[in-house]
Every structure is written in C-alpha cells, then in structure tokens.
C-alpha cells in the first residue's frame, strides 16, 4: 500500500517569506509526526498530532512554526518569516497506534532558506 | 532522559557480518531498545527492538546485555543497501499516548564492495 508522502519533495525560499510543507499519513493512521534533520545529525522531533488535535509541541523552536491537522488525516507544516537557521529536511511520520516501532516515515522534504 | 551513545562510523566488507554497538548505561527497567536505519535520502526506518532478550527478525538480531547497558545490532551478512545511519533509541518521553524516540546521531554504516 502507499507510504507516507510528502510534498514538496524540495523548497527553496528567500529568507523572510512563508513556506508550507504537506504531509500525506497512511491511510487509517491516527497518530502523526514531525521532525527536522539538520546535516549530519538524526531527526529532532517537533510536533505530534493525535487525530486532529496537536498533542505535544514541545519541539517546535518558536512561534514562527505552527502546524495543523484540520481532519485527523493530511497535515501541513507552517513556517512563517523563514531564517536561513530553518534549513534542513523536514521529515513526517504516522502511526496506527503511536509505539516507535510503528511509526512510518515519508522521504522527507528538503527546506533551503536562502 | 536515558542516553545513548555509539560510534559516529563504521566499515564492513560486504558479506561480512557487522556488530554495531550502543551503551544505554542510565537505561532505565522499563526502557525497551529500538533500532532504526536512515538510507541515503529516506526517512528512518525501524529495524528491531526488544527488552532483556535477544531478538532475532528478518532485518537483523539484537542482543542486549545481561545488565541491559549496552546493546548490538548484528548485520549478518552485510550488503550494500545496508549502507545507512543506524539509531539506536530507547522509547522514552511517552506524551499524550505515544512515545517519542531521541535519535541522536547514529552510526554510518560503510559498506565496501
């Protein structure tokens, strides 16, 4: 069946606009993920939905980040006033019943803010 | 939080079996141990984990320490699309009915051919 999808697969943008990234969970899923991967380092988790409401954002950096899941299944990843330090893959996963080893993860996508 | 801590690379020859270790020395008795890989330019995928036994699966076997501080994923015959950072997490930071994986920075699997 189809995996997690995430689009667009790459970004670029001008320091100081609005981007939004869209993440496309597997069907059925409930729990949905965030994360940002900077070079070199492993996914740093940002926000998680359950259903359509954000159950923990404690990983979102400042207030210019905000997501939203308005019908518990697609979710889009909204960065206002982008600034270079926002550069980096932006990775989604989902998860039928929230156990780590259930959560699937789409390819990414890829933010540079120039 | 428990920590983990591994090795920033290693190498293996293809068809040889690789270990690639994990301290979790502040583990804690209710920490499971997860493994998840990263192939190039994909997102992370899980791999194994278990608690105080060893665990075998198709991907690869963990074997856990008896006093649970460290752990080793075994490749056994290693190839090149195993060639990937691996993570070894412990389930921790449970929030809201789900849990929460660190990753911290893995280890790079080189595979020479």
């Known amino acids: 069946g189809a995996g997690v999808s995430q689009t667009p697969s790459n970004k670029v943008t001008e320091k100081g606009k609005y981007v939004e990234l869209r993440c496309d969970p597997i069907?059925?899923?409930?729990?949905l993920y965030w994360y940002r991967q900077s070079l070199g380092q492993g996914p740093e988790f940002l926000i998680y939905?359950?259903?359509?409401?954000?159950?923990?954002d404690s990983g979102l950096p400042n207030d210019r980040f905000f997501a939203v899941r308005p019908e518990g299944s697609v979710s889009t990843l909204k960065i206002q006033r982008t600034e270079r330090g926002d550069s980096a893959v932006y990775l989604c996963?989902?998860?039928?019943?929230?156990?780590?080893?259930?959560?699937?993860f789409g390819p990414g996508t890829r933010l540079t803010v120039l | 939080d428990a920590k983990t801590t591994q090795p920033n690379s290693m190498e293996s020859n293809e068809e040889e079996p690789v270990h690639l270790p994990c301290n979790h020395s502040t583990i804690s008795g209710t920490d499971y141990i997860h493994w998840y890989r990263q192939l190039p330019s994909q997102g992370p995928e899980y791999v194994i984990h278990g608690l105080t036994s060893n665990v075998n699966n198709r991907m690869a076997s963990l074997a856990i320490a008896e006093d649970r501080k460290s752990s080793t994923l075994i490749l056994h015959r290693a190839t090149l699309r195993d060639a990937a950072v691996y993570y070894c997490?412990?389930?921790?930071?449970?929030?809201?009915?789900?849990?929460?994986?660190?990753f911290g920075r893995g280890t790079s699997l080189i595979v020479h051919p």
């Open positions: 996963a989902s998860s039928p019943d929230g156990t780590l080893r259930t959560q699937y």
């Open positions: 939905f359950q259903g359509t409401g954000a159950a923990d």
């Open positions: 069907s059925g899923h409930t729990a």
């Open positions: 997490i412990l389930r921790e930071h449970a929030s809201g009915g789900s849990y929460i994986p660190t």
